[in-house]
């Protein structure tokens, strides 16, 4: 018996029994006909049912109030606990969105993702300062055909002028002469997306980003005239000072850390299934 027991193999089924014994005893299971019909208001459930009364507004000194409380509750357990048993959780949609919504609310709370510092913050600024930019400046001129004459022959005199106006030296002020009298200027500077759209529109405001630089083209509709533009200089807009939108940074930080949260944690949970789906699916048809 004293040989027997000096058995590593002994030893190692020994410490795995006591191993499961503790645990039982730390973890019992929730699921034994002993416990699954009971339903007990812990201290802690008594204590998070008051704050959230209190929360309320409510007043809980009344001793009827905290009787009806607890009924309240104990009815909610109960009717909670039979329906999965009946498997009503099965099939639900809203459910379903609900559990993974809490799952993603796991994975951020195990990544910490709100423990930021001041380096952080400004790393992040940093690396994504494109999106902390004021909008571009634009300086852009403008030649206006209008006119009485059907829409083919006010293009082609547009075309005309354009092919005029790339013939010139662009320090040559002869543009200037070109196209027809309106209320528009001839020279815009240093304009935003912004004061675009309410200068000559959202058209232009749109076509003058992607407009070429040092080059007359288009024509573009405006309104019943066409325009004929030369976008003279473009420039980033600055970037905003960290002070000054440091609350919107810290979000958009939050709001990183969360997606990268929940996605190295599906990463991880991917490991511990096998997914199947039709090799070539289609869309179902309504017969």
Do not use: C
């Not at 020994?14 to 002993?34: D, F, M």
């Not at 812990?42 to 309320?56: F, G, I, N, P």
């Not at 309240?72 to 099939?91: F, K, P, S």
């Not at 000559?200 to 083209?217: R, V």
């Amino acid at each position: 018996m004293t040989k027997l027991l000096r058995e590593p193999l002994i030893h190692f089924l020994l410490a795995g029994a006591v191993l499961y014994w503790l645990n039982h005893l730390i973890h019992p299971s929730q699921a034994t006909p002993e416990t699954a019909t009971v339903i007990e208001i812990s201290d802690t459930t008594y204590r998070q049912l008051l704050k959230q009364w209190r929360k309320a507004g409510r007043a809980v000194e009344d001793p009827t109030t905290l009787k009806r409380l607890m009924d309240d509750y104990l009815r909610e357990e109960t009717l909670y606990r039979e329906a999965l048993r009946l498997g009503l959780d099965q099939g639900d949609l809203v459910i379903r969105r609900r559990l993974v919504q809490k799952m993603d609310y796991l994975a951020e709370n195990l990544a910490d993702i709100n423990r930021l510092t001041d380096k952080d913050i400004e790393q992040y600024y940093q690396q994504h300062a494109d999106q902390y930019r004021n909008p571009p400046r634009y300086t852009f001129q403008l030649v206006v055909i209008r006119g009485a004459e059907s829409p083919d022959e006010k293009r082609q005199r547009a075309l005309t002028a354009l092919e005029r106006l790339n013939q010139l030296d662009p320090a040559d002020p002869g543009w200037k002469g070109l196209g027809d009298p309106s209320g528009l200027a001839r020279e815009y500077q240093v304009q935003t997306p912004r004061t675009i759209r309410k200068l000559l529109g959202p058209e232009l405001a749109a076509t003058i980003p992607q407009a070429p630089l040092q080059q007359w083209s288009g024509p573009y509709t405006s309104g019943s005239s066409l325009l004929l533009i030369r976008k003279t200089m473009e420039q980033p807009g600055p970037l905003s000072p960290l002070e000054s939108i440091y609350n919107r940074v810290v979000m958009d930080l939050l709001n990183s850390r969360k997606q990268e949260a929940r996605a190295t944690f599906y990463r991880k949970l991917k490991q511990k299934y096998q997914y199947v789906w039709p090799e070539h699916p289609k869309p179902e048809i309504d017969s």
